[in-house]
């Protein structure tokens, strides 16, 4: 099994930054990819971003420029960096573990509010 710990959200102005962290524990090995995603009230849930094992990097088309998706292995943590953020960005972001297996695991969510 896999647990999955999400922090970082908050309460932002237009423009502003914030960082959110997905810490994975357990079975950390079995995992192939971590992604972001997000849900606003109202909307479906929509992918962001992920990044796998090897590194590498997808972003979703509303995202690119704006958001950057790493991993520390050391701390088995992964982030997203949210820059020039908008209104519409507010939703509850939720990172979720993709498995070698195909199994997926899901952390609780952290909540992001873009406001003035």
């Known amino acids: 099994q896999v647990q999955l710990v999400e922090s970082g959200g908050g309460l932002v102005q237009p423009g502003g930054s914030l960082r959110l962290s997905c810490a994975a524990s357990g079975s950390i090995f079995s995992i192939y990819a971590i992604h972001w995603d997000r849900q606003a009230p109202g909307k479906q849930r929509e992918l962001v971003a992920g990044i796998t094992t090897f590194g590498t990097p997808n972003y979703a088309d509303f995202v690119k420029g704006r958001f950057t998706i790493s991993r520390d292995n050391a701390k088995n943590t992964v982030y997203l960096q949210m820059d020039s953020l908008k209104p519409e960005d507010t939703a509850v972001y939720y990172c979720?573990?993709?498995?070698?297996?195909?199994?997926?695991?899901w952390g609780q969510g952290t909540q992001v509010t873009v406001s003035s």
């Open positions: 979720y573990a993709r498995l070698y297996s195909g199994h997926y695991y």
